[in-house]
């Protein structure tokens, strides 16, 4: 994926902060880190994290006090990009983006009944390598109907569906359910994926539902247990 359709380093900060504060890493009321440490932590600018602030401050979740330092404010909804992103290393946390490898049309059974089509309907997938910090993670393979768009380019993507959805195809996605069990990593996996083709790995199927109130996403994960765990958190 092209440098062009990343998101900007200060909205990946604040989608990072956001996701973070949702799991319940910080809790309402409670003080993050100064600006300082928390930069150094993240490995940006101080200028770049104080544009993440910005943000989450204009969205209502953050709370500056002079002198004092800034509180988390209120927990974020579902419309944060990393919402339902539940991965995260074992070290802790990480910032997710991710590499397209394939955007085509195909059919699939399977994957047609979920999402209550016929089982010859053309369907658009998407597979990606995620990664965290920029360290592999994962293989995504995510399907949607071929009814939404005609034609889907990958160069006119961007880094997060969720975005794209929303903006380009006129839903989003307001719910998920996720079923997690062990799986053999595909044979179409990229280099940079350390768990070996046909190798044990944790595996997620996911259902999302719009705000139609209808499954419109289908997506298979494989990641990579050894540094990477699945993680969700409620308060």
Same mark, same amino acid.
């Given at each position: 994926?092209?440098?062009?359709?990343?998101?900007?380093?200060?909205?990946?900060?604040?989608? %990072?902060?956001?996701?973070?504060?949702?799991?319940?890493?910080? %809790?309402?009321? &409670?003080?993050?880190?100064?600006?300082?440490?928390?930069?150094?932590? %993240?490995?940006?600018?101080?200028?770049?994290?104080?544009?993440?602030?910005?943000?989450?401050?204009?969205?209502?979740?953050? &709370?500056?006090?002079?002198? =004092?330092?800034?509180?988390?404010?209120?927990?974020?909804?579902?419309?944060?990009?990393?919402?339902?992103?539940?991965?995260? %290393?074992?070290?802790?946390?990480?910032?997710?983006?991710?590499?397209?490898?394939?955007?085509?049309?195909?059919?699939?059974?399977?994957?047609?009944?979920?999402?209550?089509?016929?089982?010859?309907?053309?369907?658009?997938?998407?597979?990606?390598?995620?990664?965290?910090?920029?360290?592999?993670?994962?293989?995504?393979?995510?399907?949607? =109907?071929?009814?939404?768009?005609?034609?889907?380019?990958?160069?006119?993507?961007?880094?997060?569906?969720?975005?794209?959805?929303?903006?380009?195809?006129?839903?989003?996605?307001?719910?998920?359910?996720?079923?997690?069990?062990?799986?053999?990593?595909?044979?179409?996996?990229?280099?940079?994926?350390?768990?070996?083709?046909?190798?044990?790995?944790? #595996?997620?199927?996911?259902?999302?539902?719009?705000?139609?109130?209808?499954?419109?996403?289908?997506?298979?994960?494989?990641?990579?247990?050894?540094?990477?765990? #699945?993680?969700?958190?409620?308060?």
């Amino acid at each position: 994926m092209s440098e062009s359709t990343r998101l900007p380093l200060f909205i990946q900060i604040s989608e %990072l902060l956001r996701r973070e504060i949702s799991a319940g890493y910080w %809790l309402p009321g &409670e003080r993050l880190p100064t600006e300082a440490e928390l930069a150094k932590k %993240l490995g940006v600018a101080v200028g770049t994290l104080r544009k993440a602030l910005n943000e989450l401050e204009q969205n209502g979740l953050l &709370e500056r006090i002079q002198g =004092s330092g800034t509180y988390v404010k209120n927990t974020p909804d579902n419309s944060a990009v990393y919402h339902f992103f539940r991965l995260e %290393l074992k070290s802790g946390g990480g910032l997710p983006n991710a590499d397209f490898l394939s955007v085509e049309q195909h059919t699939n059974t399977y994957v047609a009944s979920l999402l209550g089509l016929e089982s010859n309907a053309q369907l658009w997938r998407f597979r990606r390598l995620r990664k965290l910090d920029q360290q592999p993670a994962a293989m995504e393979e995510i399907w949607i =109907s071929g009814e939404h768009k005609e034609d889907i380019a990958p160069d006119g993507l961007v880094e997060s569906l969720y975005v794209y959805y929303r903006e380009k195809l006129g839903f989003w996605i307001s719910k998920v359910q996720d079923s997690i069990t062990v799986d053999h990593v595909p044979d179409w996996k990229h280099q940079d994926f350390k768990p070996e083709i046909g190798s044990a790995c944790g #595996y997620i199927e996911r259902l999302s539902w719009s705000n139609r109130d209808r499954i419109e996403e289908v997506s298979f994960t494989w990641y990579d247990p050894v540094n990477v765990r #699945y993680a969700a958190r409620w308060t």
